[in-house]
Each structure stands twice: as C-alpha cells, then as structure tokens.
C-alpha cells in the first residue's frame, strides 16, 4: 500500500485505505492471521502537521468518528508492526531509530544513537509508550543512572525515548514536543529512504 495515490474525488480514511489494497496481515504459525500494522503509532499528517485521528479506534474498534475527509496533499502513515524498535530522539547527538532486544534500557539506547548533546538535560529523560493519542509515560533520572544511585529503565518495542533540552515538571509538557519529533523523524526516514508505507492524496481534477 506504499506510496502515492491520485484521488480524482475527496475520499475518507477508510476508502483511501481501501483504494490502497487495505492493511497489510500475515499469517503466525501458519495459521492465525496478524496485523502488520501498528496503528498505535499510525498518523495522519496534514500542512506539516499530525491531525488528530485515533487510527487504532477506527480500523479496530469501528469508530466511525475517526474517518475523516482527506484533504490534497495529506500523508497517512502506517507503521510497521512487526519490527522491534525503540526511537531515541530530541537531544541526542544521532537522533533516530534502534533494534530492541530483550537488554535494551535508556541509558544504553542513548549511548548506540551516539549520546546526549551538550545541551541535554539528563536528570528527566521521558518514555512514552504505547498510542501517540493516549500513551503512558515515565520520566527516568539518567544522572542518578549512572551515579548508580538509580536503576536503568528497560524498554519494550516501540517505546519513545525523548531528550529535553530544558527541564519539565510533568511529562504532559512534552508529549506534543516528543510526537512531532518522532513525526519528523519517521518522515525524513521515508523521504531520505523512500520507506512507507504512506498514502499521499494529491487530489486531480474530473476530466
């Protein structure tokens, strides 16, 4: 379903999807089908922006609420749902995506993606895990970390690892912060990389 899709009409989510063969599933053990979607970190991009529609409510739970008008030039994102990754991103001196493990903890997805940067603040590293809509978090103190008077924290596949560059008191400040870097993340992935899958709508005129 990757790619561009010219629309002669304005479509919804879920007929462009349609128009687009679908989502993608597989099968497990040769006999029980799986999404290979992850839907939690799906989104719908519009003028730079991420709109906000719950991709998981519509596609798996039938909230019809969520499908909304594509508009010319939108970018739907579906994320991979098999890949094991973590994305370390904000202040980090190689922002970007990393292979989880069953090891793999925030001070050591930090150090693969090549450290903090000068202006890192290291006492509040903030997790954001599960759906950009409604995601949990946890703020975990690296310094104590690696003074040893704090444990590490392990990840699991597809958790956020965001780096301030100032300090915060709630994780809620910087929720928005942290999704747009993942967004602009995933989008230069796909731009520098031509990986998707996306669904652009430029929108053509009826002949």
Known sequence: MS???????????????????????????????????????????????????????????????????????????????????????????????????????????????????????KSKVLVIRGSLNAPQTFVVDTLATVDARGLDFRLQPKDIVYVSWRPFIKAEELLDLAATAFIQSTVAAWAGQNIGPFITTPFLPSL
Do not use: C, W
């Open 3 to 121: 790619g561009a899709r010219t629309l002669d009409h304005p479509v919804s989510v879920v007929e462009a999807v349609a128009r687009a063969h679908g989502l993608q599933t597989g099968i497990l053990d040769n006999q029980n089908a799986i999404d290979l979607v992850d839907l939690q970190k799906s989104f719908l991009m519009r003028g730079g922006k991420r709109i906000t529609v719950d991709l998981e409510k519509l596609f798996q739970h039938g909230d019809l609420s969520q499908n909304v008008a594509l508009e010319p030039n939108d970018y739907l994102y579906f994320a991979p749902g098999i890949l094991k990754e973590v994305y370390v991103l904000g202040e980090i001196r190689s922002p970007g995506p990393l292979v989880q493990t069953d090891n793999t903890t925030v001070i050591g997805a930090i150090a693969s993606r090549g450290g903090f940067t000068d202006r890192a603040y």
